[in-house]
């Protein structure tokens, strides 16, 4: 399946289209044009951007509506759902505005900034009768959603341990100032961590007790978290260790290929944090991520889908193992060792687009639902809280998984 091909081939069309409205035409609205776009059951009708040119890019692409002001783009017919992909911590305010105006909402991850706050989003949503889920996240990827299908099979009996590590360049790359303050929801763990902690709640069955967990600020130039390691303990007994390094030496790359590009090496790394030493000071950083952004002339170009593992999960079962591959995934079980070959198609950028449609228009579960995403940022927030403390952290928001 490409990017310009539509998930439901094979059925019969649809009738209905889902209308979508934007909030934040930033790097991952890239990801997410680049998936969509070409969809048939699926059409961007209007934008909320504070940046002319990236609305104008909007407009000549999509043909939509173009705002400064997100109530007012709600206040119109034309959207059906509203996209919130803006910095964490607007999600509150924004996902409440579109929910007023009786919007569905499909929300970046983390959700936001607070699990509080994602139950005063969730408490809205069901008040007011919308759908609320959360999007943006690996666990939609193809390799894990093969991997909870074997799971659910019951062939290698029931989870008991789960591994995923994830080593890259991330603190390297050029970062916007938020990304660096943890005070605005940003380090590696709110920014990248709902990646992991979704993996893992998926392939688990969704329901953690408990979370132990110490982040690292290794590099005082860039002064947030930018590693962590953590032990998530589920109710039902199953254990998964998450671990990000993202100071740019090792790559789990390396093991399991990235966005179909074949195996990257360190050099990867080193080059990265040369292309970092060469901007002169926080404008040109800023300048340089600015130009990643929907509407830049200097945004990246965006492939077809491909598996783009989120570094190296393994998953231990009563009677095997299973683990990604470049192609898919290695079964290793009592009596054989076969290989799982996964085609691309759904991935972070589309599954909660695909999913919402799917919601309204043909009766489906909600996959990633808000209360989902409240126990996703409910063990961020113990994974800081774990560190800075120095203890254990239990929780008390955690709901099961939907498959």
């Known amino acids: 399946m490409t990017g310009s091909s539509t998930p439901n081939r094979g059925e019969e069309p649809r009738p209905a289209e889902l209308r979508v409205g934007v909030v934040g035409l930033g790097v991952a609205f890239n990801f997410v044009a680049a998936r969509v776009s070409g969809w048939s059951h699926v059409r961007f009708t209007a934008a909320c951007d504070l940046r002319p040119a990236a609305l104008k890019t909007f407009h000549d692409e999509f043909g939509g509506e173009v705002y400064e002001d997100l109530a007012a783009m709600c206040a119109g017919d034309q959207v059906d759902v509203v996209y919130v992909a803006t910095p964490n911590k607007f999600h509150r305010e924004q996902v409440l505005t579109a929910i007023a105006h009786g919007k569905h909402v499909i929300v970046d991850k983390p959700m936001a900034l607070t699990a509080e706050d994602c139950a005063v989003m969730n408490d809205a949503a069901e008040a007011a009768g919308v759908v609320l889920l959360c999007g943006h996240t690996h666990s939609y990827g193809p390799a894990v959603r093969a991997m909870r299908r074997i799971i659910s099979s019951g062939e290698l009996g029931r989870v008991r341990m789960i591994n995923t590590w994830h080593f890259n360049e991330w603190m390297y790359r050029p970062r916007a100032s938020w990304e660096l303050d943890p005070l605005g929801g940003g380090n590696l763990v709110y920014n990248q961590g709902a990646h992991q902690i979704d993996i893992v709640r998926v392939l688990g069955g ?111 079962c009563e009677r095997g193992d299973i683990r990604q591959s470049p192609d898919g995934l290695v079964v290793y079980g009592d009596n054989e060792i076969r290989t799982v070959l996964v085609e691309p198609d759904l991935d972070a950028s589309s599954g909660a687009f695909q999913n919402m449609y799917d919601v309204l228009y043909a009766g489906a579960p909600v996959l990633r639902s808000g209360r989902w995403g409240e126990a996703t940022v409910e063990v961020l927030e113990a994974i800081m809280t774990s560190s800075r403390e120095r203890r254990e952290v239990t929780l008390s928001r955690q709901v099961a998984g939907v498959e």
């Open 206 to 316: 969704g329901r953690v007790r408990s979370v132990r967990a110490t982040t690292g600020v290794w590099d005082q130039a860039r002064p947030a978290a930018g590693a962590y390691s953590a032990y998530l303990d589920f109710e039902d007994g199953t254990v998964a260790t998450l671990v990000y390094n993202s100071y740019a030496h090792f790559d789990t790359a390396e093991l399991t290929g990235w966005r179909g590009e074949g195996p990257r090496g360190p050099e990867t790394n080193l080059k990265a944090r040369e292309r970092l030493a060469q901007l002169t000071g926080p404008d040109s950083e800023s300048g340089a991520k600015e130009g990643w952004r929907y509407g830049s002339d200097t945004r990246p170009p965006i492939g077809e889908p491909a598996l783009a593992n989120f570094g190296l999960t393994i998953v231990s």
